[in-house]
């Protein structure tokens, strides 16, 4: 079951990371791929929101991992600049993905042997004729995010 959404404009897509953060709970690890201004930072800092985290949520990608207090602890993780799985597992990965906040990844195909098998994967698609706009394609792995999934349309669907 996948789920596709069109975004409109780059506040589209923080407020449907907001919705998307309303609904996640401790442990749940949520992987964003796309490539370079995709909007996988925009989205991040819309689930961040809807975790409560009020703090301003920056770029991981020189800090590698930003924490932040919210609802739950926020965990946003950027491997573009790192080698690859083994120096994500020396950073101690597991603590995060195993433990009790919710942990966001930005470029998650470089870390992919280290990454929980189950998670909610979002694509995140450019569509150069429409530059403004961008297609997320939601795959839920494993039943917990299936049943998230099925959540967020409802929310979706309602028109929130
Ligand atoms: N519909 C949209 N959704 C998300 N970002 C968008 C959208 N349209 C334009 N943008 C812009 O694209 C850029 C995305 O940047 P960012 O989230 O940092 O990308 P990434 O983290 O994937 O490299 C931002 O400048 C944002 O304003
Ligand atoms: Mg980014």
Not at 3 to 23: M, Q
Not at 59 to 72: D, K, Q, V
Not at 150 to 159: I, W
Request: some cysteine.
């Amino acid at each position: 079951m996948e789920f596709t959404w069109l975004s409109l404009c780059s506040e589209e897509t923080e407020n449907f990371g907001r919705l998307l953060g309303g609904l996640l709970r401790p442990g749940d690890v949520v992987c964003l791929y796309g490539e370079l201004g995709a909007g996988k930072t925009v989205l991040a800092k819309g689930i961040a929101r809807g975790l409560g985290v009020t703090e301003a949520v920056t770029s991981p990608t020189f800090t590698l991992i930003n924490e932040y207090a919210g609802r739950l602890p926020f965990f946003h993780m950027d491997a573009y600049r790192l080698s690859g799985p083994r120096e994500m597992y020396d950073l101690g990965c597991e603590e995060y993905f195993y433990g009790e906040g919710v942990t966001v990844v930005e470029w998650p195909e470089r870390v992919e042997e280290v990454l929980p098998a189950e998670r909610l994967n979002i694509y995140l698609k450019v569509r150069p004729e429409e530059p403004g706009q961008r297609e997320l394609c939601l795959v839920p792995r494993g039943r917990r995010y299936e049943e998230l999934l099925g959540e967020l349309k409802e929310l979706v669907r309602a028109g929130h």
